[in-house]
């Protein structure tokens, strides 16, 4: 884009100019015309000003004696306009599509003579032909876009595979396919840069792209990337892209689109792993080299032209035996390089940091070197790095090298020098750190002196990794104070690097298992529903590391379950369902543990109570089964046993529902049953409660043939036995209620007045506004009572205890409402009994309740508002009366109602019988209205 950008531009001045020089000479010929003298007065006094020089003034109008200078003026204009205008991206779009350049986001290594380097050209390239021959079916397959993955151990030349690669598709002979080939400039701290540059990028030609060391970047970057690339491919392009990627195994290969990795065979995997030797022979592994190369074994010419001859691609240990130096003495080398170009301590804690973290911020490098920071000598130290020297510390190349010099430079160094650079090491890029450690361990071998020093070094590793892992936790916590999306996505990518690297390590897993619970927290808070079942999987899926761990499973289910109690919250039953999945693949594993199966429990009444809201009674045989093949192993545990209750009642609302009348009494009798077995346990008695509330629904007493004398035993036995429980006794007040219908349906009002006195006594005891709102429900059913039996003395007596109550509370508009009810419920009997006055007392006392600017939003008191005057409206035609009298009193019923039914209009339409209210009275939807 730059080099376009600069030719462009050259291209536009020459143009310019030459136009420009054209036209004034013409101008001068042929027009005659003296620009300097036409302006050179007005000039004058244009530079009439104090603060220009007068030495400048013969300069500057000398300038306009000169007829070029107009035309020069408006050259650099038109430059500076046209520059302008190319510069805008749409039209570099336009440009690139045209003339399209090599990708600026590719560069070729430029330390090819260094013999350390996996990119060194010193030696030739031998070996490696069946994986050149995958390589080779990989460039000329017929797909736009293709990715593949290279991995093995360290040294086994898998860079320089890929270089070779590169380097034979760019050189070669065939002209009807010339590729665009280099390595893909990955700065971690530049990636919106680098998406750019992708985005702007179009193909002139077949390119091919190596992205080395991809297991260092984050997975979420690295799907992004190849994705980016391969849309890329796409955009109306007719060349081939290919992206080789190294150090990308099959845990790190997870994240990348798999109908984009190239597969000759449907089983094929995506990625080729690169060994030692195809076939290996003696001193062939990297321990037994490394043991030569250190001096325990002096090996002769012949063991290294055998070496050297069967070594698939030139390894780097093979290398530098070839080159007859071993790995120590090129380790000895850079450490003495550091010492001259650092300082002895310094250079040294630099070196280690670089080996065993880099690239890491230089603010880390500050507090183990602070004097080895000049970019010049850290540029001479590691020539050929891409990384910004500016912004990272490089990392130390090969770490075949690497691993030979930390424990040199461990051997070196103080205790605390040591110990203080190895936590650095770790703070800094946790997962470098122990991914460099367990290859060293992995590539000694016993019997060497610096094992010791490994052994060391393991040591200081154990505190330096408990205190990383402190700090990402300690990040974690900060996130979800500050809910930073970008810095919990990649705590989240180092987690997956952590476990793909230490599958079987269990405090690696006891990291990702707090961390996972602290995103899964996360994204509950933030309601990602998909993301969070996601992290939920993988908690469970990490619980498989702590089969005997009750804490991991209990501490995993406790999450579970908060979230699937917000789920059920918020109407997202979906995911109940998915969450008592997960559930119960834990719970399976803890048959026996009473605290997981009661959480157990818990998720499955929650899955009956969505499919009982959701009416799908196919399924609820199904989940009661579910509970009670639990609970039968748990006769005694009363936590248990409570959840039992719970589905009892549950199980008793659904038989009501489909009206399924038989099925209650053995329910009630088995709900009773529990209830006996823990007469002390205060929750079983509160369920007890519901049960029995739900008995009491006065039409099923009939259709039941039960003696309401035995149940209002059984209430008053619950009272006695909590008499202080305010819970209990709150659903005292409120089953005396339906004791209330049922009285009413079998004409025994002298039973009111009993309840009235029993509820009272309650109410007296406690002053509580609980008990309080059930005691104010409760005569709200005896006021419908009288009123509907004509019995005005008592209906007027009760309607003034209800407005007693609930002047109690003037601003809890629950207590309003049910005040507005007993209005509008007082309005109807008046109006029945032709009681015109009363009937009118009624409807002002709903208007001073409703009016009131507080519940003018209320929903619910504003419904009871309009059928208030709805009564009135109907009334009056009904009985052929005015309305006179109430618009005397400072309202009209008719305007009411419109506004009420303005203002929720959409309950009204959404409801046919309200729908049909509104069309009684004349009132019809504001758009077909001029009210």
Known sequence: MQHRQRWINIALALIIAAVCVGASTLIQKHLNVNLAAATKDSIKITLQNPYIPKTWVGTIVSWFDNPFFLFSAIALLAYMALSNFISKPFVQKIIGSVFPLRPSFLYWPEDMDDPSSPFSEQFSFSGREEAHSALRRFAGAEQSFLWYGIYGDAGMGKTRLAMEWLRQLGTQKNKSRKWDVG??????????????????????????????????????????????????????????????????????????????????????????????????????????????????????????????????????????????????SVAEKAIRRAEEMFGTTQGKKMLLLSCMAGPVEHQFRKRVAPDAGDRRQLLNFFPGRRTDIREF???????????????????????????????????????????????????????????????????????AHTSALEQIQQTFERIMTTQDDLRMEELTATLIDLTADWPEDNTIQSLNFRGTQHIARYHLEKEHWPVLIEQLEKLVQITVHFPESLETHTSCIYDLQNAQYVAFVKDKYKYIHMID?????????????????????????????????????????????????????????????????MMITYMMQASLEQKEWEHLIPLKKQLTEIAKQFPNNRDIQLVRFMGLALILNCVLIAVLSLDPSELNEEIEELRRAFPEDININHNYVTAKGEMVKYYEMTGDYNKFDTILQDINTVREQFNHELIDFAYLCTINNMQHAFGDHNQWDNMKRIEQLITDAAEEYPDNPQFQYQLAKSSVCASKHYRDGQMWDQMQIACIRLERTASRPEFLQNKDIQIMRFFGNYDIIITAHRYDLTLTKYKAEGYDPFTICQTVFNNFQGVFLNDPKLLQYVSNIGLVAPEHSSV
């Open 581 to 645: 999945r997960l559930i119960a693949r834990i719970a399976y594993s803890f048959a026996s543990e009473a605290g997981v199966q009661y959480m157990h429990l818990v998720s499955i009444l929650r899955v009956y109570k969505t499919q009982l809201l959701n009416q799908e009674w196919e399924k609820l045989a199904d989940t009661a089964n579910r509970l009670k093949d639990i609970v039968v192993h748990f006769p005694d545990d009363e936590s248990i046993q409570y959840q039992h209750a």
């Open 183 to 328: 390595v893909l400039e990955y700065l971690a701290y530049d990636v919106k840069g680098l998406f750019e540059q992708i985005d702007d990028w179009t193909p002139r030609r077949a390119t091919a792209i190596l992205i080395d060391e991809a297991g260092n970047i984050d997975p979420d970057t690295r799907q992004m990337l190849i994705q980016k690339l391969a849309d890329a491919a796409r955009r109306k392009n007719r060349h081939p892209v290919r992206v080789l990627l190294t150090d990308i195994g099959p845990s790190f290969a997870v994240a990348l689109p798999p109908a984009l990795g190239w597969q000759e065979e449907e089983d094929d995997p995506t990625l080729m792993r690169i060994r030692a030797n195809e076939q290996p022979v003696d001193y062939a592994t990297i321990g037994h080299v490394a043991a030569v190369t250190a001096g325990q074994e002096t090996p002769d010419e012949t063991q290294i032209e055998t070496w050297k001859k069967q070594a698939q691609g030139n390894p780097l240990v093979f290398i530098t035996l070839a080159r007859g130096e071993s790995l120590r």
């Open 393 to 463: 510390l490089p990392a130390f190349k090969p770490e075949l090298v690497a691993q030979e010099m930390v424990p040199m430079i461990l051997n070196d160094l103080t205790v605390a020098d040591s110990e203080e650079t190895v936590r650095t090491a770790f703070e800094a890029n946790i997962i470098t750190a122990r991914r460099f450690v367990r290859n060293l361990r992995d590539n000694m071998i016993d019997g060497l002196p610096e094992m010791l020093q490994t052994e060391y070094l393991a040591s200081l590793t154990d505190e």
